[in-house]
């Protein structure tokens, strides 16, 4: 191959690698429904805990 040809090829190489990257896949109503819905059910569970150990301490009889 000649140097113009390798220099051509890795340009184009290049510039594809470039364009392929800067393509983001932008984020779907249902995914941001799917996690919206992740986060309330992790703050949900928190406080299933609190309220779990509440209830522990309370038969213990310590109190916080």
Do not use: N
Request: with cysteine; net charge positive.
């Amino acid at each position: 191959m000649k140097p113009s040809q390798i220099f051509s090829a890795a340009l184009i190489l290049s510039a594809s690698i470039v364009a392929l990257s800067a393509c983001q896949k932008q984020e779907g109503p249902m995914e941001r429904a799917g996690k919206d819905l992740d986060k309330a059910v992790q703050s949900v569970g928190q406080q299933v805990e609190k309220a779990g150990d509440s209830i522990q301490d309370g038969a213990k009889g310590d109190k916080k």
